[in-house]
């Protein structure tokens, strides 16, 4: 990059010697910046995001690499560019975090903005916001025009996972690792359990606004109904499955058995469930902020609600016992 021109003017046979190394000096068809294995920071939009490198090939001279978002779910999984990594170093976890207290600043300043314009009619904006959250209860397919699933599913991503906390996605990624890697399972039942951290965020709401919120009660309505269908299909790792089978039987529900870890779990999964309820993008938008404010209470708490700890001495899915 930047380099001049070299003109060989010492012998016959330079010509294919430069063209040969000129090819060597390609961008990427030298050797990978990265290997199979490797931890790095990967760019996704705007936001850096912790990712491990799968495979790797090259392609058109080019190396692509195929990263896993740590703590995320493999649909995000993704042959990136080498300019959408960087190593995993002190400076560059600082940058990220640079970045994600940017982003937030910039959707503070913007939400600030418009709610200046929506002081007036908070009635029935109170009443829209309890019918847009019934909908989640419900989990109906959202209703869209052609051509605006793309938007629709972007502005669904958007709020959820740019301003997901650090601390919580290192809970992610530690989770992912106790669990995947170490053969460790998260003890159970678990204490609080989803319901009782639920109610203890109605609680404090209730405190805030010095009354119950009858929004926030159908969030987590909606909220502990998703955790309980979701859990056994999407939630758990492959090493967890006879745990849930010990566990969880006859009417015994996940949420009082589970607790924050696959809770989280959850709120990473929400983007995509988000896509089948039926509300409009500004009522989804609403709805998110609701969300990212229970995340804010789980982040408030993370040292009680989340375990330090996890359990070795259990058998893993494939029978054999966990170091």
């Known amino acids: 990059m930047g380099s001049s021109s070299n003109t060989n003017t010492s012998g016959g046979g330079s010509d294919k010697e430069d063209k040969k190394e000129d090819k060597g000096k390609g961008k990427d068809s030298a050797e990978p910046s990265f290997k199979e294995g490797d931890r790095v920071l990967a760019y996704h939009g705007p936001l850096l995001y912790e990712a491990k490198v799968q495979r790797i090939e090259n392609l058109d001279d080019e190396w692509r690499y195929f990263v896993h978002y740590l703590g995320w779910n493999k649909n995000w999984d993704e042959w990136v560019a080498n300019d959408r990594l960087l190593k995993l ?48 209860v419900k ?51 678990r204490s609080p359990t989803v319901d009782e951290i639920l109610k203890k965020y109605l609680e ?12 926030y009660a159908e969030i987590l309505k909606g909220l502990r109904c998703y955790f309980d269908k979701a859990l056994p299909a999407m939630l758990l790792y492959k090493k ?5 089978t010990e566990e969880v039987k006859g009417d015994v529900s996940p949420s009082t058995v589970y607790g924050a870890e696959h809770l989280l779990r959850l709120f990473v999964k929400l983007p995509e469930l988000l896509a089948f309820v039926n509300m409009e993008e500004d009522a989804l938008n609403k709805l998110q902020q609701k969300l990212l404010d229970i995340l ?28």
């Open 204 to 215: 404090h709401r209730a405190k805030k606004d010095s009354k119950i919120n009858d929004s």
């Open 296 to 323: 804010k209470f789980l982040q408030k708490n993370q040292s009680t609600f989340f375990v330090s700890v996890y359990d070795g001495n259990r058998k893993g899915a494939d029978g054999s016992k966990s170091k």
């Open 139 to 189: 989990g109906k397919k959202r209703k869209s025009q052609p051509g605006t699933e793309e938007k629709d599913r972007r502005s669904s991503e958007s709020l959820l996972v740019s301003q997901f906390p650090l601390t919580l996605k290192k809970q992610l990624v530690d989770d992912w690792e106790y669990v995947t890697q170490l053969g460790k399972l998260v003890k159970l039942p």
């Open 240 to 244: 967890e499955r006879d745990q849930y």
């Open 89 to 136: 170093t002190e400076e560059n976890i600082r940058k990220q975090q640079e970045l994600e207290k940017n982003q937030v600043v910039d959707k503070s300043i913007k939400s600030g903005r418009s709610t200046q314009h929506k002081l007036k009619g908070s009635n029935a904006e109170s009443k829209a916001d309890k019918d847009d959250t019934k909908s989640l």
